[in-house]
């Protein structure tokens, strides 16, 4: 009767023990992913500020770009109305 106390006893102490390391190993994981998750979204959104930055920089140059070709145009149509 008394080993069957002790082992049962034992039993309990090391479910115990387990359930202590489980949730210290599932506090672990969690932190490691809550910080692996905030660094994927700072490199997301400086991927996008650098998508955005460079995509305003290039409608800026074909605005410039346009802008030339319809003064050049313009030119035309003056030089060809004084004709």
Avoid at 40 to 46: A, I, L, P, R
Wanted: hydrophobic share 40%; glycine share 4%.
């Amino acid at each position: 009767m008394r080993k069957t106390i002790l082992a049962v006893a034992f039993m309990a102490v090391a479910l115990v023990s387990c359930q202590e390391k489980t949730k210290e190993k599932i506090e672990d994981a969690h932190e490691a992913v809550g910080t692996e998750v905030e660094q994927k979204m700072d490199t997301v959104s400086q991927k996008v500020e650098t998508a955005i930055d460079s995509t305003q920089s290039k409608t800026g140059k074909l605005l410039e770009k346009g802008a030339k070709n319809l003064d050049k145009a313009a030119e035309k149509l003056k030089d060809a109305a004084k004709e």
